[in-house]
């Protein structure tokens, strides 16, 4: 096991995700963030609750695999930003090819129990 498969470790989380999200499991992909965590499905658009989920709820539909990796971590106590590197690519239900990527600037934050979840789940970054 290395220090990214930990639930101390901040950059495992986003690996976390990626399993949860080619899994399909949105009861997963909820459980990593705060519960008044946000996504920012549309850049400039912050979506909490139940917005939070059928966003994520929209991506898995295109039964597509997320592939993700860790660009930076920086930590300060118990906050972190994450840069990820994220892409879906394939054929979309509707037989249209899909092709998205992104650099999301994530905000996570550790909680009592030691895990990190998301504050500000941002795919797009600075678009």
Request: negative net charge; without cysteine.
């Amino acid at each position: 096991m290395t220090s990214h498969d930990t639930f101390d470790d901040p950059a495992a989380l986003s690996a976390r995700f990626v399993s949860a999200f080619n899994a399909g499991d949105l009861n997963r992909l909820d459980a990593l963030y705060e519960e008044r965590g946000v996504v920012v499905p549309v850049p400039g658009h912050a979506v909490a609750g139940p917005g939070r989920s059928a966003a994520n709820r929209h991506l898995l539909g295109l039964g597509l695999p997320m592939t993700a990796e860790t660009r930076r971590v920086y930590v300060a106590d118990d906050i972190a930003l994450l840069l990820v590197d994220w892409s879906l690519n394939g054929t979309g239900p509707d037989g249209r090819e899909v092709a998205m990527k992104g650099t999301a600037t994530d905000v996570v934050r550790r909680g009592a129990d030691g895990t990190w979840r998301y504050v500000i789940d941002n795919p797009h970054g600075i678009a």
